[in-house]
C-alpha cells in the first residue's frame, strides 16, 4: 500500500522560533497533499490543500503567513509554523492524495503525525 | 457547506460482540464520497471502509459494513466480532465528488472500548 513519512514524528521548540514539518509519499506521486491539525481529543481540521508547483489553498481562519506550505515536488510538501507560540502546539498530520488518470476515485493516505510543543 | 455528526461521543463493547456506530450528514450535493477511518492511540489514520453514493449495496469490509441510508443521510458502521484491536477512535467523512478540489470533512469522532 501507499506509504506517507512526516518528519519529525515529534519536536519541542522554544516561543519565537519556526520549525518545518516535511511529509512525503514514499512510493507514489501526490498531486494533492493536505495538513490537518489535531487537538487533543478533537477531530481533525483541515488547514490547507497544496498541489505540486501551486499556492496552498487555506481554510478561512487558517494564517497564511504563520503556516507557510511549500509543495515543491509530488513527492514532498512542508510545513513551516513560523514564530510558534504556546497556541501552536499541536498534533499536525499530512495526507497525500494519488491522482491517477481516469479514476474515479483517488484514494487519501496519511501520514503518522507529528506532534509540536512549544515551551 | 457539508455537515458529518457523530452523535456517540464513547462507545464500549465487549469483545465478539457487534457494535454500531452512527454518523449522519448534510449534503445537497448527489456525487460523493462516505469513509469511516480508525485512529488508534498510535494517532495513525487508517481507512476502515468506503461508500460511493451512487452505489446502493452497502460497503462491507470482512467484519466492518456500513449501512447507507441516502435518503435519510445516515451512515453507520457496524463492526462484527469485535477485537480488542478495535479499540480507537473512529472518524465518519464525507468527500464531494472527484477532483482535485474535492476533499475530506471529518465528523468529531467517536472513541470506541472494546472490552474483554
Known amino acids: 500500500g501507499a506509504v506517507v513519512s512526516q518528519h519529525p514524528s515529534w519536536v519541542i521548540c522554544k516561543s519565537g522560533t519556526s520549525v518545518k514539518i516535511e511529509c512525503r509519499s514514499l512510493?507514489?506521486?501526490?498531486?494533492?497533499m493536505f495538513w490537518y491539525r489535531q487537538f487533543p481529543k478533537q477531530s481533525l481540521m483541515l488547514m490547507a490543500t497544496s498541489n505540486e508547483g501551486s499556492k496552498a489553498t487555506y481554510e478561512q481562519g487558517v494564517e497564511k503567513d504563520k503556516f507557510l506550505i511549500n509543495h515543491a515536488s509530488l513527492t514532498l510538501s512542508t510545513l513551516t509554523v513560523t514564530s510558534a507560540h504556546p497556541e501552536d502546539s499541536s498534533f499536525y498530520i499530512c495526507?497525500?492524495?494519488?491522482?491517477?488518470?481516469?479514476?474515479?476515485?483517488?484514494?487519501?493516505?496519511f501520514g503518522p503525525g507529528t506532534r509540536l510543543t512549544v515551551l | 457547506a457539508q455537515t458529518v455528526t457523530q452523535s456517540q461521543p464513547e462507545m464500549s463493547v465487549q469483545e465478539a460482540e457487534t457494535v454500531t456506530l452512527s454518523c449522519t450528514y448534510d449534503t445537497s450535493e448527489n456525487n460523493y464520497y462516505l469513509f469511516w477511518y480508525k485512529q488508534p492511540p498510535s494517532r495513525q489514520m487508517i481507512l476502515v471502509i468506503r461508500?460511493?453514493?451512487?452505489?446502493?449495496q452497502n460497503a462491507t469490509e470482512n467484519r466492518f459494513s456500513v449501512n447507507f441510508q441516502k435518503a435519510a443521510k445516515s451512515f453507520s458502521l457496524k463492526i462484527s466480532d469485535s477485537q480488542l484491536g478495535d479499540t480507537a477512535m473512529y472518524f465518519c467523512a464525507f468527500m464531494k465528488g472527484v477532483g482535485t478540489a474535492s476533499k475530506l470533512t471529518f465528523g468529531t469522532g467517536t472513541r470506541l472500548q472494546v472490552t474483554l
Open positions: 495526507s497525500a492524495r494519488v491522482g491517477l488518470a481516469g479514476r474515479i476515485y483517488n484514494e487519501q493516505f
Open positions: 461508500q460511493e453514493a451512487y452505489k446502493q
Open positions: 512510493d507514489f506521486q501526490a498531486t494533492t
